[in-house]
């Protein structure tokens, strides 16, 4: 794998977005029920500038998005996704469980919400930028998914994300036009390298942003010495999952470039970001 020491400019970035970006993650789970085109849609709606999600396959192949490797907690099914036909999955209730009053009532509980498919999300949204984190590692959905991304004409439309930096070499190899963030142990690496020097960090080629929590373990991760390598390499760093309105305005005064929220309604408001006018709340 070829390593890049400044990032090229990629579509992904390009026209119509204003830093900092708006993801609204797995659609913005605070608000909606997660990973479901009734919470895309009211995202795209409110005006955020990515939709975040998850994605597993099924048991009969079918690319999903799902953040968990079961269906348990969000339906109201049981059984892991890559055991279920999508068919079956299909039979179930993905707002079965979202609640936002801690639990006293499921306001869309029987509403035909489903979990979504990747063709039904890029059907619907053709003109929105898409952050996919891959979640499932074996077995690997990579050549199936970039060929999806490219019948779609998505390439300019989609990021691909993972914790796991083996998937993202191969989603690399496959696809190498399309924009990747960098897995775990290529963030730890590009940390590493950053103290010693800021210009002595590195990302592999197609490595287009950083997407990391404020800490980990303890440990800052998020620092203008973090921010300084990454612009000097021409990268983007997204902070997740952030929901306090204090952490975000102090994210916004140290420059970041996106951040990663189930509250985006709280994000829009401290940008001054009017809601589009065709969002409603539920």
Same mark, same amino acid.
């Given at each position: 794998?070829?390593?890049?020491?400044?990032?090229?400019?990629?579509?992904?970035?390009?026209?119509?977005?204003?830093?900092?970006?708006?993801?609204?993650?797995?659609?913005?789970?605070?608000?909606?029920?997660?990973?479901?085109?009734?919470?895309?849609?009211?995202?795209?709606?409110?005006?955020?500038?990515?939709?975040?999600?998850?994605?597993?396959?099924?048991?009969?192949?079918?690319?999903?998005?799902?953040?968990?490797?079961?269906?348990?907690?969000?339906?109201?099914?049981?059984?892991?996704?890559?055991?279920?036909?999508?068919?079956?999955?299909?039979?179930?209730?993905?707002?079965?469980?979202?609640?936002?009053?801690?639990?006293?009532?499921?306001?869309?509980?029987?509403?035909?919400?489903?979990?979504?498919? &990747? =063709?039904? %999300?890029?059907? *619907?949204?053709?003109?929105?930028? /898409?952050?996919?984190?891959?979640?499932?590692?074996? #077995?690997? +959905?990579?050549?199936?998914?970039?060929?999806?991304?490219?019948?779609?004409?998505? &390439? =300019?439309? %989609?990021?691909? *994300?993972?914790?796991?930096?083996? /998937?993202?070499?191969?989603?690399?190899?496959?696809? #190498?036009? +399309?924009?990747?963030?960098?897995?775990?142990?290529?963030?730890?690496?590009?940390?590493?390298?950053?103290?010693?020097?800021?210009?002595?960090?590195?990302?592999?080629?197609?490595?287009?942003?950083?997407?990391? #929590?404020?800490?980990?373990?303890?440990?800052?991760?998020?620092?203008?010495?973090?921010?300084?390598?990454?612009?000097?390499?021409?990268?983007?760093?997204?902070?997740?999952?952030?929901?306090?309105?204090?952490?975000?305005?102090?994210?916004?005064?140290?420059?970041?470039?996106?951040?990663?929220?189930?509250?985006?309604?709280?994000?829009?408001?401290?940008?001054?970001?009017?809601?589009?006018?065709?969002?409603?709340?539920?």
């Amino acid at each position: 794998m070829p390593f890049a020491c400044q990032a090229p400019k990629h579509p992904f970035f390009g026209q119509g977005l204003v830093r900092p970006l708006v993801l609204a993650h797995r659609g913005g789970a605070g608000l909606w029920p997660e990973n479901t085109l009734y919470a895309f849609e009211r995202a795209a709606a409110m005006g955020v500038d990515v939709l975040e999600t998850d994605m597993h396959s099924t048991g009969d192949g079918a690319l999903v998005l799902v953040h968990d490797p079961t269906v348990d907690r969000t339906t109201n099914g049981s059984g892991r996704v890559n055991h279920l036909t999508l068919n079956q999955l299909k039979a179930l209730d993905a707002g079965y469980y979202w609640s936002e009053d801690g639990g006293r009532s499921f306001p869309v509980r029987g509403r035909g919400i489903t979990v979504p498919t &990747v =063709e039904e %999300v890029f059907s *619907a949204f053709p003109e929105m930028r /898409i952050n996919i984190d891959i979640k499932q590692v074996r #077995p690997s +959905v990579a050549d199936q998914f970039c060929r999806l991304i490219l019948d779609f004409g998505m &390439v =300019e439309r %989609v990021m691909v *994300a993972s914790f796991n930096s083996s /998937i993202l070499r191969e989603v690399r190899r496959l696809c #190498p036009q +399309v924009a990747t963030s960098a897995g775990k142990s290529e963030v730890r690496l590009f940390y590493a390298l950053s103290l010693l020097s800021p210009r002595a960090a590195f990302l592999p080629a197609g490595c287009y942003a950083l997407q990391v #929590p404020i800490a980990r373990k303890g440990l800052r991760l998020i620092t203008k010495r973090f921010l300084t390598s990454a612009r000097l390499h021409n990268l983007e760093v997204h902070a997740w999952t952030v929901n306090s309105g204090p952490q975000m305005e102090w994210l916004l005064r140290l420059g970041v470039e996106g951040i990663v929220t189930d509250y985006p309604d709280r994000l829009l408001a401290l940008l001054g970001r009017r809601l589009g006018p065709t969002y409603q709340r539920s």
